[in-house]
């Protein structure tokens, strides 16, 4: 029964921790007008999530504190890659439809072109902020890795994806939990399974 006790009060200590994490990161971006505050929040967001995994003593300091640590210190770098990689979706969603809209045999092959290059963009991007912070490298080698480790683990991949997915239709069910779990139980996961599957690689 003590176990039970024990295993009941980590899981809700979690669930605050998460609820919190995830208040912080909608401040954030709401703060910074979302175009500049939500690449930063998420970078900071991700960066407490690895802390909390990696060393356990992090989750006896405030969270708050660490939060604002991270996002002053990742304000423009977080921005400008952020930048780069909505600009690159933006470039495929307008390739794809200029291509279905030139029809034949050479537009389909072009839009087949575009929503594969599409699909590795956002495989791509379910790893960046992990890498991101885990390795605080160039924008080039940050994309390169997070693109190999996606190609790698493609388990973990769906995972990310599929947890995404069923949080969206919870959330489009209770919306209300959006503001408390909307972002930080995906970040959660997708630093939970990344970190395993990184040391075991």
Not at 148 to 173: C, D, E, K, N, Q
Request: include cysteine; aromatic fraction near 12%; glycine fraction near 8%.
């Amino acid at each position: 029964m003590t176990r039970v006790n024990s295993g009941i009060a980590v899981a809700c200590d979690w669930v605050a921790r998460l609820a919190w994490l995830n208040l912080l990161w909608l401040g954030t971006t709401l703060a910074g007008g979302v175009v500049l505050g939500a690449f930063p929040a998420t970078a900071a967001m991700y960066a407490v999530l690895r802390r909390w995994q990696t060393d356990p003593d992090s989750r006896e300091q405030r969270t708050a504190r660490l939060f604002w640590t991270e996002v002053r210190a990742d304000l423009l770098r977080a921005n400008l890659l952020g930048y780069a990689v909505v600009l690159v979706g933006l470039l495929l969603v307008a390739d794809g439809l200029i291509a279905r809209g030139q029809g034949g045999p050479v537009g389909q092959v072009l839009f087949a072109l575009a929503v594969a290059a599409g699909a590795m963009v956002v495989v791509t991007v379910v790893h960046l902020p992990y890498f991101y912070v885990r390795d605080r490298a160039p924008a080039r080698d940050t994309v390169r890795t997070a693109w190999w480790y996606a190609l790698s683990h493609p388990l973990s991949t769906f995972a990310i994806v599929a947890v995404a997915v069923v949080l969206s239709f919870v959330m489009g069910r209770y919306p209300a939990l959006a503001v408390f779990f909307g972002v930080s139980v995906v970040g959660g996961v997708t630093v939970f399974l990344d970190e395993r599957g990184f040391r075991s690689a």
